[in-house]
C-alpha cells in the first residue's frame, strides 16, 4: 500500500501560479504511476495530468497544456503539479493518484490522496 498526502492548495488571482506536493509513504515510490485529478463543484473528477513511474513520459489533458507540468523526484517519494496562468475555471480540489499498473484506464486508481483545493478569483 501506499499513503498520499497533498499539499500545496489555495487561493490565488487569475493568471498567477501554484504548485502543488504529493507525497507519498509506504511501499518503493518508483513502482507506481502517478497521475492529478480534479474535481468542480457539481462536477465529475477528472485526470489532469499523468506521469511514468520512471518520469520519462506524461500525459496532459487538454485544458491545461502548456499551462500545467507534472514532475516528480523519486528520491523523495513526492509529485508535483506547477500550475501555471491559472484560470477561474481551474477551481477544484485536486487529487493525488498512484497505481502500480503501468496503464491505468480512467479514474480507476487504487490509491488517493485526500485532495487539496485551488480557488482562482477573476
Sequence with gaps: QVQLVESGGGLVQAGGSLRLSCAAAGRTFTSY??????????KEREIVARISKSGG?????????????????NAKNTVYLQMNSLKAEDTAVYYC?????????????????????VTVSS
Design 57 to 73: 513520459s506524461m500525459y496532459y489533458t487538454d485544458s491545461v497544456k502548456g499551462r500545467f507540468t507534472i514532475s516528480r523526484d
Design 33 to 42: 504511476i502517478m497521475a492529478w485529478f480534479r474535481q468542480a463543484p457539481g
Design 97 to 117: 493518484a498512484a497505481d502500480q499498473r503501468s496503464v491505468v484506464v480512467g479514474r480507476g486508481y487504487a490509491y488517493w490522496g485526500q485532495g487539496t483545493p
